[in-house]
C-alpha cells in the first residue's frame, strides 16, 4: 500500500518522460494550489516545460532531479505529472541503490510504467500507478477526496476498485506491467522485471487492434503469458471509445489458455476516473 505523507511534508514533483508545453502551466500551478490545499508542499523539478522540443531537459538531467529527491530526507514522495514517449531515457542514469535504501515511493502512469517496473526489477521496491493531475480534472473533487482519505488518512479508496473476471474466480501475485506499449520497451533490458507468478496489469491509451495484437504477440514471445499467474485488464481507450471488434479480451483470448484468470477493470488506465494501484506489491483479486 502508499506510504502514508503527514500534513505539511513535501512531496517532489517530476517529468521523467515528455516535458508540459509552455501554453499549459496554469495546469501545472493550478496542481500546486491544490496539493497545498491539502497542506502538502510541493517541490517542483527544474524540468517540468518543454524547452524547445518534447524534452524539458536531458536524460541524465531529467534522472538527476528524480535522484535530489529521492536523497532529499524531507521529500516524502515523488509524482511524475508527464506521459509520452521518452521515460526510458533516464533508466540508465538512476542510482538504484539508493532508491533500494530509500522508503519512499515514485508515482506516475502510462509512459511511467517503464520506471516504475525498473524500479521494481532492479530495487524490488514498489511503486503507484497513478496520474496526480487527476486531482485537477473532470472527476477531481472525487479524486481529491479519495486522495486525502487514503494519503493523508486511514482510507483505502484511492486504491479500491471493482474488476469482473472474464475467466477464473480470484488470482493473486506480485503486481507488474502497465501500459503495455511503454511496459514493451524494457523487454530485453535489465529493466524488465521477472513475471513469474505475477498478476500482470495491461492498459492502453492508444492502439486499435493491429497494435494490440503486437503486443499481446510479443508478450507471447517472451514466455510473459506461461509465466504468469493472472492478468489484469484495465482500460483500452481508443479501442472501447472506437467500439472496435474484435475487442481485447477476444484478442487476448488467442494468447491465453482457458486456465489462466483474467480480470478486467473500468477504473485502471487513463480515464480522468481511474485509482490507484501498486506496481511491485503482492495483491489478492477476487
Not at 526510458?88 to 535504501?101: E, K, M, R, T
Not at 530509500?102 to 508515482?107: A, G, P, T, V, Y
Not at 481507450?237 to 473500468?266: H, I, N
Request: aromatic share 12%; with cysteine; net charge negative.
Amino acid at each position: 500500500m502508499a506510504i502514508k505523507i503527514n500534513p505539511g511534508e513535501k512531496i517532489g514533483i517530476v517529468c521523467c518522460s515528455n516535458g508540459w508545453e509552455k501554453r499549459k502551466d496554469a495546469k501545472v500551478w493550478r496542481l500546486e494550489e491544490v496539493l497545498l490545499g491539502m497542506r502538502l508542499v510541493p517541490v517542483f523539478s527544474p524540468y517540468i516545460f518543454e524547452r524547445g522540443s518534447v524534452e524539458s531537459g536531458s536524460a541524465a538531467e531529467r534522472a538527476g532531479a528524480l535522484m535530489d529527491f529521492y536523497r532529499d530526507d524531507s521529500i516524502k514522495a515523488v509524482f511524475d505529472i508527464s506521459g509520452g514517449d521518452i521515460a526510458n531515457g533516464i533508466l540508465p542514469y538512476l542510482d538504484y541503490g539508493v532508491i533500494a535504501d530509500s522508503d519512499k515511493q515514485f508515482w506516475g502512469y502510462s509512459d511511467l510504467s517503464t520506471v516504475l517496473n525498473a524500479i521494481y526489477a532492479k530495487t524490488g521496491k514498489s511503486s503507484v500507478l497513478y496520474q496526480i493531475s487527476n486531482l485537477l480534472y473532470e472527476h477531481g473533487e472525487e479524486q481529491r477526496k479519495n486522495f486525502q482519505s487514503t494519503i493523508l488518512g486511514e482510507g483505502k479508496e484511492l486504491f479500491t476498485f471493482p474488476c469482473d473476471f472474464l475467466q477464473g474466480k480470484e488470482m493473486e501475485g506480485i503486481v507488474a506491467g502497465g501500459n503495455v506499449r511503454c511496459f514493451l520497451k524494457l523487454a530485453g533490458t535489465p529493466y524488465f522485471p521477472d513475471l513469474t507468478g505475477k498478476v500482470l496489469l495491461l492498459e492502453s491509451l492508444g492502439g486499435t487492434a493491429a497494435q494490440m495484437l503486437t503486443y499481446f504477440s510479443q508478450l507471447q514471445q517472451l514466455g510473459a503469458f506461461e509465466k504468469v499467474k493472472g492478468i489484469l485488464l484495465g482500460t483500452f481507450t481508443q479501442m472501447e471509445s472506437e467500439k472496435c471488434t474484435p475487442d481485447v479480451w477476444t484478442l487476448l483470448g488467442r494468447f491465453v489458455g482457458s486456465e489462466l484468470p483474467v480480470a478486467k477493470t473500468a477504473f485502471i488506465g487513463h480515464g480522468t476516473d481511474s485509482r490507484a494501484v501498486v506496481v511491485g506489491e503482492y495483491r489478492r483479486f477476487c
